[in-house]
């Protein structure tokens, strides 16, 4: 099965819009199976613009039942809120019950030190809190996001009885940068594949592009979505069929775009 997936990645040149530090095992693992692989950041974080709401959170952790994470940056976020405020996060949410989106933010919570008690099948944040109905009905839920996040899960949480308190851990903020750089880069190097992590990244590239012309470039090049949310926001900039990963890990991403061209690879082979 590896020996297959790399030979349909063997010299594609794919551009992924996560910064250097956020993708390092995703770039190895994508260059080991011959890709080139051509970073180009769209969004960057940073942090709260106002502490307070987190910090209070953060002190009466003990008081909710459940904490939703829906991204590895909600951790991260929180973890070095918590080593700033002179405890670990894990220590502070040791009553809590935990609850994530995928293995990927899974295993950010589980390097923080905190105990998972369950994690989504559906692989998205309105797919966690139904598949928890009963569990949160009633329930105090706390959910520390982006300033970006979309609305539907706390909409969700609300709808099946649970009390949310929804925190600004970190903020999504556009990559700062040369425009037309970016454009020259996705236009000019023959680019095979673009991986989008988030609906704030497919806007981005919306906004650099247009949707027109992002809609043409989608016969030549692939649009790769991380998750059915980030998917969705494509299918809105008019990119109909993305290929999308089922969870955010780095072999979910890579199986997910070896697959796409092994298929076509495929259906080429039974036309001819």
Request: aromatic share 4%.
């Amino acid at each position: 099965m590896r020996a297959k997936a790399r030979g349909a990645l063997e010299g594609k040149r794919v551009v992924v819009t996560r910064a250097a530090e956020q993708c390092a095992e995703l770039c190895r693992e994508l260059e080991s199976r011959g890709c080139k692989v051509i970073l180009l950041p769209l969004v960057r974080f940073g942090p709260p613009e106002d502490f307070a709401p987190l910090d209070a959170a953060l002190g009466e952790l003990a008081k909710f039942g459940w904490i939703f994470l829906t991204s590895a940056n909600a951790v991260r976020a929180m973890a070095e809120r918590c080593e700033t405020l002179g405890r670990t996060l894990a220590q502070a949410a040791a009553a809590a019950r935990i609850a994530v989106v995928g293995p990927a933010t899974e295993q950010a919570a589980l390097k923080a030190g905190l105990k998972v008690s369950y994690v989504a099948t559906a692989q998205h944040g309105v797919g966690l809190a139904e598949e928890l109905s009963a569990e949160v009905a009633g329930a105090t839920v706390l959910l520390p996001r982006s300033d970006r996040a979309n609305p539907a899960l706390p909409e969700a949480l609300r709808r099946l009885g649970a009390q949310v308190t929804e925190v600004t851990a970190y903020r999504t903020l556009a990559e700062t940068g040369d425009e037309r750089k970016k454009i020259r880069v996705i236009e000019n190097c023959a680019v095979d594949a673009i991986l989008l992590f988030s609906p704030s990244a497919v806007h981005h590239l919306r906004d650099l592009l247009g949707a027109e012309r992002m809609g043409r470039q989608a016969g030549r090049i692939v649009y790769a979505a991380i998750g059915p949310v980030t998917a969705a926001a494509l299918r809105e900039c008019g990119i109909a069929e993305p290929v999308v990963a089922s969870d955010a890990s780095v072999a979910g991403i890579v199986e997910a775009l070896a697959g796409f061209w092994e298929a076509k690879s495929g259906a080429g082979a039974r036309q001819a």
